[in-house]
């Protein structure tokens, strides 16, 4: 797997797409900060970090993150997740040029000077940065 930020969001894609409930991801600290801002502006329910178990053969010797999906009128509540910048084209922005989703109804996860944050708070705080997705 050569981008692990890919394979989270279609991770979640594929399973709000087939209605599940939850879906576990393996963990890593740029992983677990986009899902806060996801869970942040609602976007699902909630995170939990499943600890590793050393003891274990399978996939849950490390550690990983449970997503719970959120859904309106069992309809997922996420419609698109969009990867816009990636590990062989990466796409930076200036504060200027920072996107505008879905006519302000989406989200854009960027990674700024202060952390990974919203497209609309890279805006307030007129920074530039990193589009890492795209979500509404």
């Known amino acids: 797997m ?3 930020i890919a394979d989270m969001l279609t991770r979640i894609r594929n399973a709000s797409l087939v209605n599940k409930k939850e879906v576990i991801i393996p963990m890593s600290d740029v992983k677990k900060k986009l899902l806060e801002v996801m869970l942040r502006e609602r976007y699902i329910q909630k995170v939990e970090v499943l600890e590793a178990d050393p003891e274990a053969k399978d996939e849950s010797r490390f550690a990983r993150l ?3 999906l959120k859904y309106v009128d069992d309809k997922p ?3 698109a997740l969009k990867r816009v910048s990636k590990p062989g084209l990466r796409k930076y ?3 200027q040029r920072v996107p505008v989703v879905l006519n302000g109804r989406g989200i854009a996860i960027m990674s700024t000077e202060l952390g990974i944050i919203t497209n609309k708070e890279a805006r307030r705080n007129k920074l530039g940065g990193e589009v890492i997705c795209e979500i509404y």
């Open 77 to 79: 509540f996420i419609m």
């Open 2 to 4: 050569t981008d692990p």
């Open 93 to 95: 922005v200036t504060k």
């Open 66 to 68: 449970k997503v719970l």
